[in-house]
């Protein structure tokens, strides 16, 4: 998205703390359930009862309002999504009185499809990877001369997704980790930024799609292969250079899991709670039954549910 040249790459607390300002008139302060696991205490952040069904709309409406305050955005905004983010960019437009183009690749799953193609915007399908989506999209946007919204490679979209954070603290403030999934990077850099020194962000990856794995071990964002019954979320082929830089100011653990693991925990969720979640919402809950968080009392985040699953 077109905006001034930042004085750095990373999202900070104090952007975050203007998105939770820029928020509140449009987003859902979605509520945090603590209980009870295996004999552990747990919270879950609910944010899969977001508006659109997901913790994107948080990102879409801070650099949506954003953008108007600083005079890029008018009336049009055109972006790339594997379903998540496109359905948040509609959502925000509509409720900011613009208009979207939403691109997504021809795999996308159906039931995003489905609530994209009735979200108001325009819908593309193109290309069989999110990347063939994201060119087409961005040479539309150049084409158009309108901005073009990142999934997660903006500054303002890391720093809305950090509000999930500063409802965390403010709901579970005994909590000492904040656990998310990782896709490209821009919600648990948006949690690193806002979370405090005593609570760490843990980011959990499927072990077919390792973009901050691998960036981290190469000391930059690098292609990645993308292979996991939760791709569709967390299929970003390379972390974001801006959330990758986040996490180099705000440092966060990270976790993998497979995909066994990760379906079980869905269907454990719904099982034990009635929490019908997609498969990237249970990876948080995969690495914590697995022992693969270190915390006494971890939140939990459950990031989204746009999927049409049945349980086992």
């Known amino acids: 998205m077109t905006s001034p040249e930042p004085t750095t790459a990373a999202a900070t607390r104090a952007d975050v703390d203007r998105a939770v300002l820029r928020l509140a008139p449009y987003a859902r302060r979605t509520p945090t359930l603590t209980t009870v696991i295996d004999g552990h205490v747990v919270s879950l952040k609910l944010e899969h009862l977001q508006l659109t069904g997901a913790f994107k709309l948080r990102g879409a409406l801070n650099a949506l309002v954003a953008g108007q305050e600083r005079g890029t955005v008018t009336d049009r905004v055109v972006t790339a999504s594997g379903g998540n ?150 299929g970003a082929a390379r972390i974001g250079a801006v959330p990758l830089a986040t996490l180099g100011a705000h440092p966060a653990a990270t976790a993998l899991v497979s995909d066994a693991e990760i379906v079980s925990a869905r269907d454990r969720l719904w099982e034990e709670f009635r929490l019908a979640v997609e498969p990237a919402a249970a990876a948080p809950l995969a690495a914590w039954l697995a022992g693969r968080v270190s915390a006494e009392h971890p939140c939990l985040v459950l990031c989204g549910a746009n999927a049409d699953w049945i349980p086992a």
């Open 85 to 234: 983010h496109g359905l948040a960019v509609a959502t925000a437009a509509r409720l900011l009185g613009l208009n979207a183009a939403v691109y997504v690749p021809e795999t996308t799953p159906e039931a995003k499809a489905r609530r994209l193609a009735n979200s108001g915007a325009e819908l593309v399908r193109i290309g069989e990877h999110y990347a063939v989506a994201a060119a087409a999209a961005r040479e539309r946007a150049e084409r158009d001369n309108c901005p073009y919204l990142h999934a997660y490679d903006d500054p303002d979209v890391v720093a809305g997704q950090g509000t999930i954070g500063v409802e965390v603290l403010g709901d579970v403030p005994e909590c000492d980790a904040i656990v998310a999934a990782v896709g490209g990077g821009g919600l648990i850099a948006g949690i690193s930024a806002a979370a405090s020194p005593k609570r760490r962000a843990i980011g959990v990856e499927p072990q077919g799609c390792q973009s901050l794995h691998a960036a981290l071990a190469a000391g930059e964002p690098v292609d990645t292969p993308v292979d996991s019954v939760a791709s569709s979320a967390l």
